[in-house]
């Protein structure tokens, strides 16, 4: 593993990078942290060049600021990663708020994927009117004004299926406890308005999957991945597991996570060439 800081505008991101072949890049959701990922990410090492990052303002990146994030500087970001360590494509995969950046990235800077994956975006603004999921945001907004933190992270966590049923590392435990203000107080309003920008994601020259896990079929978080996959007329799939099943079972979810990856580096039956070359 190769571990740097990466400068980009106002910020500098500390990123992991494990692995060669075809670029993946992988956008963490709340708490924004690159160790989300670690495990998979070296179950995956062998056949792509896996980067992972804490995002603006989170754990080991700096940045933090109290002004409202904006998704378009998340995916700028993003962008600027892929330029500077993927020679300027990656496939991307990103779960939950990170789904949701991937999406953003995806609609506003196509050059830069070759494909992405978007498991389990919150995006409750294209769930019904009427459905109260989408009062989920202010919900939880409303709860951090009046308790902080702590008492918006326990109930994000109460919401969220399979919290509590397995360990995290500590290490990525203590940094998530200190990125609970960044995320409720600056990314918050960002991860709240997000509408998906339909006719950019249709036109885009490169796949893009949805998908949710299996053990959370009508989640908040798990039904409007299948909304935008209807919309914009692309795949939907099943994932193994929970909403953080590459925490609870990294192999699993890697195994899964591989078979998407390799087919989009492969369009029309083009093998990349680390797949071609002698050990």
Not at 42 to 60: P, Q
Not at 67 to 78: F, G, I, N, Y
Request: charged share 20%; proline share 7%; hydrophobic share 40%.
């Amino acid at each position: 593993m190769r571990t740097g800081v990466f400068e980009v505008d106002g910020a500098g991101l500390y990123h992991e990078v494990r692995g060669s072949g075809p670029a993946l890049l992988m956008i963490s959701g709340a708490g924004g942290d690159a160790g989300y990922y670690s495990e998979v990410a070296e179950e995956l090492a062998d056949a792509f060049t896996v980067i992972t990052y804490d995002r603006r303002g989170n754990s080991r990146s700096t940045g933090r600021s109290t002004e409202p994030m904006r998704l378009t500087r998340q995916a700028a970001d993003a962008r600027a990663l892929i330029d500077g360590l993927a020679g300027g494509r990656a496939v991307v995969f990103g779960n939950s708020g990170g789904a949701i950046i991937g999406l953003t990235l995806a609609a506003r800077h196509p050059e830069a994927l070759s494909g992405l994956i978007a498991h389990e975006p919150p995006a409750v603004n294209v769930l019904p009117d009427g459905d109260p999921d989408r009062g989920f945001f202010q919900d939880m907004a409303a709860l951090y004004a009046q308790g902080g933190g702590p008492a918006a992270g326990r109930r994000f966590a109460e919401t969220t299926r399979g919290e509590g049923t397995y360990r995290w590392p500590d290490d990525l435990w203590k940094r998530f406890l200190g990125n609970q203000d960044h995320l409720f107080g600056a990314e918050w309003p960002g991860f709240a308005g997000f509408r998906p920008d339909e006719a950019a994601l249709k036109a885009a020259p490169f796949p893009i999957v949805l998908g949710a896990g299996a053990a959370d079929r009508g989640a908040y978080y798990a039904r409007p991945s299948i909304e935008i996959a209807h919309r914009i007329g692309v795949s939907w799939v099943e994932f193994p597991g929970i909403h953080m099943e590459f925490l609870r079972n990294p192999p699993v979810f890697a195994a899964a996570l591989r078979a998407l990856a390799t087919q989009m580096c492969a369009p029309r039956g083009q093998v990349p060439a680390a797949w071609l070359s002698i050990p």
